[in-house]
């Protein structure tokens, strides 16, 4: 399993410092009114909100800010390229959905209806599927700030696990990956990681060392005020498959030290909180090293450079949107 070394322990900035930073748009002319968008006939007509759509128009089809041609582009998608309805109730054969963080309507005739859930040009496979609709439907809601705000978080944390090969894990929740001298092992639930190594936990890959305890526990309590620190314990470990009431789980719920912050970081919504900020700070504000790259298969898919990975990030942000409550 990959692992990301001393790579996260470099500083970041405050997640509220970069909540405005994100990727830029696709910048593509739209197409002229009369050339498309003639047909009422639309035919992606029977997909549902979160349905995946392709663009089936080789010159591309205008994702427009109302249902008609009367409305001004937003933007032009280009053939072959995805994104996600949220709204299958058609006006005048339009549909709304979101490309890429664009939200409009465009017109039926010119997208056919996929299976499953496609990022990058590549559609996720079913273990990473379902880790990515689980985010959408129970995270994203868990999340603090504007809707917005929530879905970026959620899909910029659901990038970095994706590429990171967390989300093809049968169970991601339990997972820890120690960055040994030696090399990368995964280690137990009650081991702890050495200090001054990396140690990703959790179905956000969060690392343990980026965050002082106090932190960790704030963010926690900020998260999930109606619950004591020892719910929340409990809720990961229940999640992560040990059973309340077995030794593993009372010694998750009664730990201290290291061990007790890696859990409550593997506390989904606390995860994807806290990564957000060293995702944003490392990946979308910089560039740094260990963002990108073609040499483990899930990384050469979802962020082989700056320009997909962000462009992955994006279109996660348009899948959760059609998946969030």
């Given at each position: 399993m990959k692992v990301s070394g001393f790579r996260s322990l470099l500083p970041f900035l405050l997640a509220t410092a970069l909540a405005a930073c994100g990727p830029e748009l696709d910048e593509t002319p739209s197409v002229p009114a009369g050339e498309l968008e003639t047909n009422t006939a639309a035919v992606i007509s029977g997909a549902s909100r979160g349905s995946t759509v392709q663009v089936s128009a080789t010159d591309g089809v205008n994702v427009r800010s109302g249902p008609g041609t009367t409305y001004g582009a937003l933007v032009t998608v280009p053939y072959g390229k995805t994104a996600t309805v949220l709204n299958a109730t058609p006006s005048n054969g339009f549909y709304q959905v979101d490309y890429q963080g664009t939200v409009g309507w465009t017109h039926g005739d010119y997208w056919n209806v996929i299976a499953g859930l496609w990022v990058n040009g590549y559609q996720l496979n079913?273990?990473?599927?379902?880790?990515?609709?689980?985010?959408?439907?129970?995270?994203?809601?868990?999340?603090?700030g504007t809707r917005n705000e929530r879905l970026t978080k959620a899909a910029r944390v659901a990038w970095w696990s994706l590429k990171e090969g967390v989300l093809d894990?049968?169970?991601?929740?339990?997972?820890?990956?120690?960055?040994?001298?030696?090399?990368?092992?995964?280690?137990g639930p009650l081991e702890v990681c050495p200090s001054g190594r990396a140690w990703q936990v959790g179905i956000s890959g969060v690392q343990v060392p980026n965050f002082s305890m106090a932190t960790v526990q704030n963010t926690s309590a900020s998260i999930h005020s109606t619950l004591t620190e020892a719910q929340v314990l409990g809720a990961s470990a229940s999640q992560a498959g040990y059973a309340s009431g077995t030794s593993t789980y009372n010694s998750i719920v009664n730990s201290t030290?290291?061990?007790?912050?890696?859990?409550?970081?593997?506390?989904?919504?606390?995860?994807?909180?806290?990564?957000?900020?060293?995702?944003?700070?490392?990946?979308?504000?910089?560039?740094?090293?260990?963002?990108?790259?073609?040499?483990?298969?899930?990384?050469?898919?979802?962020?082989?450079?700056?320009?997909?990975?962000?462009?992955?990030?994006?279109?996660?942000?348009?899948?959760?949107?059609?998946?969030a409550p």
């Open positions: 079913a273990t990473q599927e379902k880790w990515v609709r689980w985010i959408g439907t129970y995270t994203v809601p868990k999340l603090l894990l049968p169970n991601p929740f339990p997972y820890s990956n120690c960055n040994y001298t030696t090399g990368d092992a995964r280690i030290g290291e061990l007790r912050k890696s859990w409550l970081m593997r506390n989904h919504a606390v995860g994807v909180t806290l990564e957000e900020t060293t995702v944003t700070y490392e990946c979308v504000t910089n560039s740094f090293g260990w963002c990108y790259g073609t040499a483990w298969p899930t990384t050469a898919r979802y962020a082989p450079n700056r320009a997909e990975a962000l462009e992955s990030m994006q279109e996660l942000k348009a899948i959760m949107d059609g998946l």
